[in-house]
């Protein structure tokens, strides 16, 4: 069911089957000749029925629909191939484009857990079942690249595209200058932190995001259409909260480390008070640990590259300490 925000600007909520986000927030505007469709949900039946039910709904043609996507994860990308056509528009950003063209599956990924900690072989297992492995598009449409500042125009909206990174290198936002909303993907939701992980070397995943919020702060927002859950107008609160919740999480890291250095950032994450309903780091289901020890990694990346914390240990797992 298409649910009306704003003048010819809708919602459509993308199931998300046996995921704690419950739906995906997929925004629809209606701009005439071509209309647009803002994230997709994951490539599987009960996505493309309801995004195919909606536009049915809403007398949108699939051949009149051009696409933005906000950043590059199966939840927000999946469904591109099943529902572009000929005719669609697939605007992207370009570092999670060059993601796209640079994959090598997830084995770098496990390789890297591992040598952070993770036990190889139950990650192997685990990602298998991953919805990015299971549900990403099966076939990818040729993109066109929007940068940092580019203005989309659709029907009677004005987008700027306002780069982000952090969640992923490149999630872009839209702004509406005039209307004062910012369809945020999943920079900013209103009741769950986005989960910002880190699975290689190079970069700084949780400087970048805390930098990106900083950078969207002065924007003049009455409301915000979040990628997942519920749309929220407190802009500036939410963003001092987020920003909160990783001091927190960064003093936190750095408290473990300090009672007990030499510890993997598998072994960090297991420390870590995390909103899971379960009696002990054993009982989280692998998955969560996944996203724990991500989380975890980008927390000391930050430490580290502030002088807080080094690396104790390196071959085979990389272990910290204080400095």
Avoid at 57 to 66: A, F, M, T, W
Avoid at 201 to 222: E, H, N, R, T
Avoid at 303 to 316: A, D, H, M, S, V
Wanted: charged share 25%; aromatic share 10%.
């Amino acid at each position: 069911m298409a649910e009306e925000l704003f003048p010819n600007l809708f919602r459509i909520k993308i199931p998300l089957p046996e995921s704690p986000l419950k739906y995906l927030n997929s925004y629809v505007i209606k701009g005439g000749e071509r209309n647009l469709v803002i994230d997709t949900g994951l490539n599987r039946d009960e996505c493309k029925t309801a995004m195919m039910d909606g536009l049915k709904e809403l007398n949108i043609n699939p051949d009149s629909v051009d696409i933005f996507i906000t950043h590059l994860h199966a939840d927000h990308f999946g469904l591109v191939g099943e529902l572009a056509t000929k005719q669609s528009r697939i605007y992207f950003n370009r570092p999670d484009t060059e993601i796209i063209e640079n994959w090598q599956g997830f084995e770098p990924m496990i390789k890297y857990g591992a040598k952070n900690g993770f036990p190889e072989e139950i990650l192997r297992s685990a990602l298998h079942q991953h919805p990015g492995f299971k549900y990403g598009s099966k076939w990818l449409p040729a993109l066109s690249i929007l940068n940092d500042q580019d203005i989309l125009e659709i029907g009677d909206y004005k987008f700027t595209c306002i780069q982000t990174p952090g969640h992923t290198q490149g999630h872009t936002c839209l702004y509406e200058a005039e209307k004062r909303f910012l369809i945020a993907g999943d920079h900013i939701l209103g009741d769950i932190t986005p989960n910002i992980q880190c699975w290689w070397d190079d970069g700084d995943p949780l400087k970048d995001y805390m930098d990106s919020l900083d950078k969207v702060y002065s924007l003049d927002v009455k409301q915000v259409l979040p990628g997942h859950r519920r749309l929220f107008d407190n802009f500036r609160e939410r963003i001092d909260e987020l920003k909160h919740h990783h001091k927190l999480r960064i003093a936190e890291a750095m408290n473990i480390l300090t009672q007990k250095p030499n510890l993997s950032a598998f072994e960090v994450a297991s420390e870590m008070k995390w909103d899971i309903e379960a009696d002990s780091w054993d009982d989280f289901p692998v998955a969560q640990k996944w996203f724990a020890t991500g989380e975890a990694i980008s927390h000391l990346r930050y430490l580290e590259n502030k002088k807080l914390i080094c690396r104790t240990g390196r071959e085979p797992v990389v272990l910290f300490g204080p400095v």
